[in-house]
């Protein structure tokens, strides 16, 4: 596939896993110099190595984009080092979802402040380019789920949840990206600390993919990690 990209300089904010991950490793495998950031140094680092070995030039820093002045020196720094900039990507989310003020406010600062600041940041490079380009992802899932509601909705359909049901996916939802085992789940989800038999959890598992999987049989987003737990991508 050649979509035209060689030569061109990227960045891509939220780049160490899921839609960020993906764009980062086809820009890269397309011939574009890549840069990209996170918040987690250790999965920045481990990020960089892994596509690097892909044979592709990619750098990754940790910065936290409701930072102005830190997205700013790494847009201006990152820019120097690939001698310009063509392609921005705002992709990072807070994925705050439980519906308090905090999580309102980590969204506000994450989600839309963040993408202003990397805007901002990168519009006095990208006038330079003959093949300037911004593109904001606006929602990591085509399903909405609302924990207050206890309900999954997917387009015009609403699937109930139980409050079992609804807690375990938020735990899984509020790691995203973690490994999580069923002693961590039923310790921290339902305060069981004795010896129980963990296939209770695999039924609950098998019930949230036929609710948030297009295809339960081949899920891409409650996956199972095998002799240990599961983990929960936001996209595959």
């Not at 309900?151 to 735990?171: D, H, K, Q, S």
């Amino acid at each position: 596939m050649d979509l035209g990209l060689k030569g061109l300089r990227a960045l891509v904010t939220g780049g160490t896993r899921g839609i960020g991950r993906a764009i980062v490793e086809t820009l890269a495998d397309e011939g574009a110099a890549v840069a990209f950031c996170a918040r987690t140094t250790a999965d920045v680092t481990r990020a960089a190595e892994e596509m690097t070995a892909r044979g592709g030039v990619v750098t990754g820093r940790c910065v936290d984009v409701s930072d102005e002045a830190g997205v700013r020196q790494w847009v201006d720094d990152t820019t120097a080092e690939l001698g310009g900039l063509d392609i921005v990507v705002a992709n990072v989310s807070a994925l705050a979802i439980p519906d308090d003020e905090a999580n309102w406010r980590a969204s506000f600062d994450v989600d839309l402040m963040g993408t202003v600041h990397l805007v901002n940041a990168a519009l006095p490079h990208l006038e330079r380019s003959e093949a300037a380009s911004i593109v904001t992802i606006a929602s990591v899932s085509g399903r909405e789920v609302d924990f207050a509601a206890l309900e999954v909705r997917r387009g015009e359909r609403v699937v109930p949840l139980t409050l079992m049901e609804a807690n375990l996916l938020r735990f899984l939802v509020q790691r995203e990206g973690q490994v999580v085992s069923r002693k961590e789940i039923l310790e921290q989800v339902w305060g069981v600390h004795e010896d129980t038999d963990t296939r209770a959890i695999d039924n609950f598992i098998v019930r949230l993919r036929r609710y948030v999987e297009d295809n339960p049989a081949e899920p891409k987003h409650l996956l199972t990690v095998r002799s240990v737990g599961y983990r929960f991508l936001a996209s595959p």
